[in-house]
């Protein structure tokens, strides 16, 4: 099957300045992706140049097996079949929902038009909202109206730039889950742009992070948050702690929190000092471990509890856990490893820059060094 949206080798400049480089990535026709990255790391340049608004210095863009960007030359924004979705809706406050929907549905009939129209009000949960104005709505119920228009002419592929961002926090994830819902429905291939990996997580298939003009990893959400490719996805994606350990055999490291078992990556002998990444959910809390560590820091969450603990050498680690298992700020604990997916970092992959080697293991025991 051909992909729908294909970049190779995008480069997008202004003047001397690179804003991305060298972008590789494909998605298949129904496929939600993300580029997601903090403020200024190039994901806005790279969605204005799949729409057609700015050249490329580098690469070329494909939308459904056709070439639409080069350097030289690019298919103007208005015949690449691309919706857009803002991060102020920009809905016109003069029309109506019904009229807003059908604005670029003007080469339809008006029978074909109404049914476009009701189709989509249906699919957005706005029935009986047609004859109502933006103002008279809620943040949400503009991001569907908006969301409508852009599906309405059925684009090759939806961009969407920074759709929740002047919405509520509380509202922002369970909107990216309606609207993953709503695509995945209408069999519509989109590409979201967001610095909130929340949202990403929620309605995405394929996530791009980010990181100075670069792309560091293309995958899933769970491959990002268990399998980072570098420093950079590792600290990005989700929260963690980096320990250094050192390697005593190909199957054995020693950690601040003792002796782990698991593949050493290649390159790395007896005595190599490496570093390792535990996620939150590596690490748990019993009273019966010999492993020691003090409260520091603790955030509610909820259904969970979010545990800063400090260790005897000065190293911190994080631990999530129900919330029934409530401890004071101060109160020694012991510690135990669940670790499953195990990331280590070679001395040359340390700057944060290169692949990771990935090592996976279920323990929860550990020998005190």
């Known amino acids: 099957m051909n992909n729908q949206l294909e970049l190779n080798g995008v480069s997008v400049a202004y003047g001397h300045k690179i804003a991305a480089k060298e972008i590789s990535f494909s998605l298949a026709p129904g496929q939600i992706g993300c580029l997601l990255g903090p403020s200024g790391c190039g994901k806005t340049s790279l969605l204005r ?25 690019r298919v103007p924004p208005e015949q690449r079949r691309v919706g857009m979705v803002f991060q102020d809706f920009a809905l016109f406050p003069h029309l109506n929902v019904e009229k807003n929907i059908a604005f670029g549905l003007r080469r339809l009939t ?13 699919l957005t949960g706005l029935e009986g909202a ?9 943040g949400g119920q503009q991001q569907r109206v908006a969301l409508a228009r852009a599906m309405a002419p059925r684009p090759e592929i939806l961009l969407l730039d920074e759709p929740f961002s002047n919405l509520d926090v509380e509202l922002r994830e369970q909107l990216a889950g309606e609207v993953r819902d709503l695509l995945k429905r209408d069999r519509v291939t989109a590409i979201l742009v967001t610095h909130d990996q929340l949202e990403a997580f929620a309605m ?9 003009g670069q792309l560091q990893q293309w995958d899933s959400a769970y491959r ?24 005593l055999d190909a199957a054995r490291l020693i950690t601040p929190l003792g ?19 535990l996620r939150p959910d590596d690490v748990f809390l019993t009273r019966d471990s010999p492993l020691r560590g003090v409260i520091l820091k603790k955030a509610f969450r ?10 005897a050498d000065g190293n911190q680690v994080l631990s999530l856990m129900p919330s029934h298992q409530d401890m004071a700020v101060g109160t020694e604990t012991g510690l135990g490893l669940d670790v499953r997916h195990l ?27």
């Not at 047609?130 to 809620?138: A, F, I, K």
């Not at 995405?204 to 100075?212: K, P, S, T």
């Not at 990002?224 to 050192?246: C, E, K, M, T, W």
Request: glycine share 12%; net charge negative.
């Open 204 to 212: 995405c298939d394929l996530i791009g992070a980010i990181h100075q």
């Open 49 to 73: 140049a799949i729409a057609g608004f700015e050249p490329l210095a580098q690469g070329e863009i494909h939308l459904h097996g056709k070439l639409v960007s080069r350097p030289g030359d």
């Open 259 to 277: 002796e782990i078992e698991g593949a050493v990556p290649k390159g790395c002998p007896p005595g190599c000092q490496v570093q390792i990444l």
């Open 130 to 138: 047609g004859s109502t104005y933006p103002h008279q709505l809620s």
């Open 343 to 369: 990331v280590v970092f070679r001395p040359d992959q340390i700057a944060g820059d290169k692949p990771l080697e990935h090592t996976g293991f279920v323990s929860n025991t550990f020998t005190k060094p």
């Open 110 to 122: 008006v029978i074909e038009r109404r049914r476009r129209v009701e189709e989509l009000l249906a």
């Open 302 to 311: 909820g259904s969970e509890y979010l545990y800063t603990l400090g260790l």
């Open 224 to 247: 990002l948050y268990h399998n980072p490719a570098n420093r950079f996805v590792a600290d990005f994606i989700g929260q963690g702690s980096i320990l250094d350990a050192r390697v």
